[in-house]
């Protein structure tokens, strides 16, 4: 399983643009790149998946460079209620898939 | 469409009594986990269903065992709880299809204290 590296925390500002960052130098040819969201007191919600290149759904973006040993989840203008943990996940999408610690992102006024 | 649900959502157990988390969803999925969650730390993978009659060990399995009891409902149990296993429990479930996203949905979670 590859494992994955990202930053404990992180702080922002409404309306900022928010890049999280996880390192996976360990990725394999059949991985992909998932990341959940987590909200206190909540079971994680799936954000988005990519395999390569920029994804793009209607709440975050995913950035994947051309080796693949690092991605970057990006959350355009943020707010208060974007306050959560971001988990990145790697792994051959099979029932074995790892959480690793998450980063917390605290959005602030 | 209630999506996962798990009970109860609260329990206190001592030390050595044995208790059936339990979990049900309505989606149709072939595949249901079990995940803890100790406080400030990511989700560990506990026990996994591929489909209905089959279990497979995660992460941290022991002191734990599970059923599939059919498509919809997947149970924890902690035959003799220890303190160690105080956590937030939960279950989730997905379809694991080829060349299609991997979306795990979660249930509330159960908040479990072993005195």
């Known amino acids: 399983l590859a494992k994955t590296t990202q930053p404990i925390s992180m702080d922002s500002y409404e309306g900022q643009e928010v890049n999280i960052t996880c390192s996976h130098n360990n990725i394999a040819t059949n991985d992909y790149i998932t990341w959940y969201q987590q909200f206190p007191s909540q079971g994680p919600r799936f954000i988005i998946q990519g395999y390569k290149t920029k994804v793009t759904n209607e709440v975050a973006s995913l950035f994947i460079p051309a080796d693949r040993k690092s991605s970057t989840l990006s959350l355009p203008r943020v707010s208060l209620s974007d306050t959560a943990v971001y988990y990145c996940?790697?792994?051959?999408?099979?029932?074995?898939?790892?959480f690793g610690a998450g980063t917390r992102l605290t959005v602030k006024p | 469409n209630a999506g996962v649900t798990q009970t109860p959502k609260f329990q206190v157990l001592k030390t050595g009594q044995s208790m059936t988390l339990q979990c049900a969803q309505d989606?149709?999925?072939?595949?249901m986990y079990w995940y803890r969650q100790d406080p400030g730390m990511g989700l560990r993978l506990i026990y996994y269903s591929a489909s209905e009659g089959t279990t497979d060990k995660g992460e941290v399995p022991n002191g734990y065992n599970v059923s599939r009891l059919n498509k919809r409902e997947f149970s924890l149990r902690l035959e003799s709880a220890a303190p160690s296993q105080t956590s937030v429990y939960f279950c989730?479930?997905?379809?694991?299809?080829?060349?299609?996203?991997?979306?795990?949905?979660f249930g509330p979670g159960t908040r479990l204290t072993v005195t």
């Open positions: 996940l790697v792994g051959p999408n099979n029932n074995d898939m790892r």
């Open positions: 989730a479930s997905t379809n694991l299809r080829a060349g299609e996203t991997y979306e795990q949905y």
């Open positions: 989606m149709n999925h072939n595949s």
